[in-house]
């Protein structure tokens, strides 16, 4: 499994097909409130660097493209590294030569990860990310006791994901809660919290607000 960095152009065709492993349920197309939100407001300048810990999708090149000139898929999705290899990989993302990150999209790693963990992996995007950088995570908040990881595809546009289990369901951790995001996400601060589907939560953070406080907005 390679979970070092790379930067490179990906097609559509590199996500692959499914595996015999992989539960045939259909997939969900739902609102995608929490990526809108990541990139409202940005002129499509191609100025920006981005930084995606999943891994490298067409769909999601396509979009980045408009925004950044550098893009980085990490792949830390999956088979999530644990331990020794966990930061060991955290170690081995390198900063840009050119700049910082302006944009890192975690997706729904921080529930992948043992609660020990997670600290690991924000203070390496603190080191990795520029001064006033946005960061968009999910995280499950359904209560369930298992449930099958779970594959993000975004549409075009960045309004919509696809969303789709991934493998066999496996034993959950326990959710974690806005308050408990809030501390683990410091210097990050959320500034957006939205609830598309149920069962999931979508959070917006961003550096340096210097502000307290979760703004939040159900999307059906």
Known sequence: MDWLPRTRRVSAEEDGPKTAEEPDFPPLVRAAPGVTAMFAGLKEDRSRAVLDLGPGRGS??????????????VGLLGETPHGKVLRAALE??????????????????????????????????AQLTAPSARLFLIVDVSG????????????????????????????T????????????????????????????????????????????SKVS
Do not use: N
């Open 60 to 73: 999601h090149l396509r979009l980045y493209s408009r925004f950044a000139r550098w893009i980085r898929f």
């Open 92 to 125: 081995a993302l390198p900063p840009l030569s050119q700049r910082p990150y302006d944009l890192v999209l975690c997706w729904d790693l921080l529930d992948r990860l043992k609660p020990v963990e997670r600290p690991l992996l924000v203070k390496r995007l």
């Open 144 to 171: 369930e006791i298992t449930a099958p990881p779970l594959r993000f595809t975004l549409l075009e546009g960045a309004h919509q994901v696809c969303q789709e289990p991934c493998g066999r369901p496996r034993r």
């Open 173 to 216: 951790q326990l959710p974690i809660g806005p308050e408990e995001v809030e501390r683990l996400l410091s210097p990050f601060e959320v500034v957006y919290s939205f609830t598309p589907s149920q069962g999931l939560r979508e959070y917006l953070a961003m550096k340096g607000r210097g502000r307290k406080g979760i703004r939040r």
